[in-house]
């Protein structure tokens, strides 16, 4: 359950922030605030590594990368893979996208943890959420989080060691923003 709170106060936190930063947008119309984002080159990266992840395994894997806009950036289903482990990756992607959150740790949110009650009940609904292993942020060295990928096609523990796999493996430029 502490892992459970410890979302849950991250995300109130987040969208505490998004209030703030909006307000202050306002008193500040003209400023412009610069930040690292997603490129092309950087998610075909991630992409070739989260593969050669799979490949070392047997697996076969969808793989979507998406920006910190949830914007699909590169998508890649690999020979073999089940048609619709491509939606589901997409969808990993874009709620690690949009919560900068591992998808894995939803599940004790929503239907809660032995003896608890849910905290997050019904948030399952949302049409583009996902609940499951395979969804990861990315996120830099520094702090800013700018998309997420999502993996699909293996078994969840499988999709979100090959997502950290693969971010991992980005590490250096990461690193440098």
Not at 19 to 30: N, P, R, T, V, W
Not at 80 to 100: C, D, M, N, Q, Y
Not at 141 to 161: F, L, Q, R, Y
């Amino acid at each position: 359950m502490k892992s459970a709170v410890n979302v849950l106060s991250a995300i109130s936190l987040a969208i505490a922030s998004g209030l703030a930063i909006s307000s202050s947008a306002k008193a500040d119309s003209a400023s412009v605030v610069m930040k690292p984002s997603m490129t092309l080159g950087l998610a075909n990266q991630i992409a070739d590594a989260c593969q050669d992840w799979a490949e070392d395994r047997n697996l076969n894997v969808t793989i979507a990368i998406l920006d910190e806009g949830a914007h699909l950036l590169h998508f890649r289903r690999m020979d073999g893979t089940a048609v619709g482990a491509g939606e589901l990756s997409i969808r990993k992607a874009k709620t690690s996208a949009i919560f900068p959150y591992p998808t894995h740790e939803w599940q004790p949110l929503i239907y809660g943890e032995e003896g608890e009650e849910p905290i997050l009940r019904g948030v399952e609904h949302m049409p583009t959420i996902a609940i499951f292993g395979g969804g990861v942020p990315i996120i830099t060295a520094d702090g800013h989080h700018i998309g997420a990928i999502g993996v699909g096609g293996a078994s969840p523990k499988e999709e979100t060691e090959c997502g950290n796999a693969a971010i991992e493996a980005a590490s250096d430029i990461l690193r440098a923003h």
